[in-house]
């Protein structure tokens, strides 16, 4: 018999988990540092490139284009949520919510709202709220 070194199984946990925020191809210094301060503000930051963040989280969505927006991407943190996009007037946004619900209310156009939460309803993230309640 091969002597074999134990095997341990470890569940990852969300704070293991890594995900990125990619940047346009015509990211500005001032739009990157920006990203990644109001990121870094909500989870921790693992790493950088010039186009891409690392953090810490995990990728639940993408959406856009829609209104000013080229793109929204939705993150769940280790303890919240995150939507992260490129407003193309306004450069980075990011918003933070406790819960995957609250995450639309974090910017105030009712149609980049609708869109995110129909992304959140389509990949499962929240109810549909024509679900059953019995």
Known sequence: MVARPDTIIALRRMSDQVTEFPLPNDVTDEERASARTEIGKHT????AEPRTIRFAGR??????PIWHFQYLRMYQLPKGFL???????????????ETAEQLPRCFDHE???????????????????????A
């Open 44 to 47: 921790q930051i693992v790493g």
């Open 59 to 64: 990728w639940i969505g993408q959406t856009g």
């Open 111 to 133: 149609g980049v709202q609708e869109l995110i939460e129909d992304e959140l309803r389509f990949r499962g993230v929240i109810g549909s709220e024509h679900a059953s309640t």
């Open 83 to 97: 939507v992260a996009g490129h407003d193309l007037r306004e450069g980075m946004k990011v918003g933070f919510a």
